[in-house]
């Protein structure tokens, strides 16, 4: 990572895709930086960096299209170098690298507590090492305290809004009420921090004219009325709103979990089935072949090292499906909403089929036999041998989450400033398993239980939580069940973490290091299946251990330990009474840190649309289980 020219720290693939992306606050050893956005990305002529996957692509586009953002045609991982941290001169920090800078820039001295900013000339920056990065601070000069400079940390307060601006902290008008200095003099100012976590132990004062102000009075109610209009400023694109913000601005502590959150999709690299040929292939990739229509476009196409996969396919053939393609539907591709089920369905598709498809380097799908005591609840068990995940980063929001089913709930930040033709991305590779829940069992389960009391109280409280979420917001026609995610999802997601979580105990894997993917269905298409597979970047995701576990004298074991498990937590009875009722718009029951949240970084809904009471006989109503008798005992 690279910041002024200056190698400053380092940060794998994964971090800058879903902890620390573009327009997040990275905390280094001794300040933080911000990631700055796609325009200032360097890669030094170097190529290869290419993520190729066309049904993420695809879906990518049709996401930006509906927020009215340009086409991309480009996935592309982060910069890197090998070799860069050996290089004595630092000269590759200054060709390849993902560009940062300080933020925020008001810094405080560990020694004095004087509190300025980067551009006041008090501090000074230190980064003489070029292959310890890590060591590279602000430094306090003339400190009075001490006679070696003192290091100087970043303060910690921001600004941001719902609208996802970030500003720094006013700190000099916020001490005056607005207004200069009385003294008519250049201001001092000092942070004294009283110790605690909490904000209102944080004092700011003048030091010329002694006025004295508590972080306290930024925060909440109060705060609103003490606190400048938010300016609309985007720092991670050196820009601010053109025609200003209306949001009110937020106190926001540095390194807070809610100053950023991204916003991604994501897609397993499937095998091209040879019955389909060409036409899977022209569907696959349609944004970028729609306009290939004669033998001129074919080749200036396939002269593209990107496209260079066109040469394995005859011209003519692949141009009659493109013409083909558009008799269908002519022009782009779209749809009026992008979700994650876009992805799934050929996923379902290949992972449920009759007929296994033929191993590619990037997936291999194997089946074995479901043990005989589990064919009550499964029908089909399949190991996935190798996968691989390709991922894009579409944007963030901050304060708030987004929510996928509703896109327009919470603002979406670019992550560029001028029109660019790729965005962020990243692949990993791992191994899985593939449950496919027996159809028939299911679908007479949702019969008992879609007007049950416990699932009807489900449903309630989700319609509270978006109504509340959306109060304030957007005006319009606004329908508070959409998004549901019906009563399949919340069994097949519930048990998915139950074996997750036996999974890490049983056989050793951090949870953290597994995944999760739902496929669930309805009437008209009764889809019962779950993916666990490892999503990590290093070994651990390859090394067989998660394949092994399909195999019948592990996975009755697993099974078993999971639903066994269900059955009593730490945390009962308050766990296993626990049902959201007005005015409660939590989205779980039967459910908690203790018996089946996992991180956030394995569960696809954030610990949401879980209930072991559908799963075993916790409650007073056996009706609603889905687990057989001879499973739950």
Known sequence: MSGAYRRVGAARPSHLMYTGGIGSLVDLPNFSVLVKGLESWTYGGVHGYDVDEPRLRAAVNRALQLYGSDRITELRSAPWMEGADQDPKGQAAQQIGAPVMPFPQWLRCTACNELGSIGSDVFRFINSVPRAPHEARFTHKGCGKRKKEPLAVAARFLLACTAGHLDEFPYVAFVHHGGPCPKGVVPRMKMFDHGGNQAARVTISCTPCGTRRNIQEAQGAQGA?????CRGRHPHLDSFDDEGCGQAAMLLVSGASNQWFPITLSALALPQTGDEGLAKLVEARWDELQGMTDQASYKLLSNIP?????????????????????????????SDKVSQEDLLTPEWETLSAAKLPNPTNDFALAHVPVPPSLTCLFSHVRQVERLREARALIGFTRLDAPDPEDPDLVTRVKLSRTSQKWIPASEVRGEGIFLRLDEELVADWVTRVEDSAQMIAHLESYKRFRTNRRSDRLTGAFDPERGWPGERYIALHTLSHLLIRAIALDCGYSSASLAERIYAGNEDDPRTGILIYTAVPDSEGTLGGLVTLAEEEHFERIVRSALAGARHCSSDPLCAERLPQSPADFLHGAACHVCLFVS???????NRFLDRSFLVPIGNDPSIVLSPKELTG
């Open 306 to 334: 990107v496209f260079s996969y066109l040469k394995d396919h005859d011209a003519t053939a692949l141009i009659a499906a493109v013409h083909a393609r558009n008799a269908v539907q002519e022009g782009t591709a779209t």
């Open 225 to 229: 009325q003490n606190l400048p209009a």
């Open 600 to 606: 956030e970084t394995t569960c696809e809904r954030g």
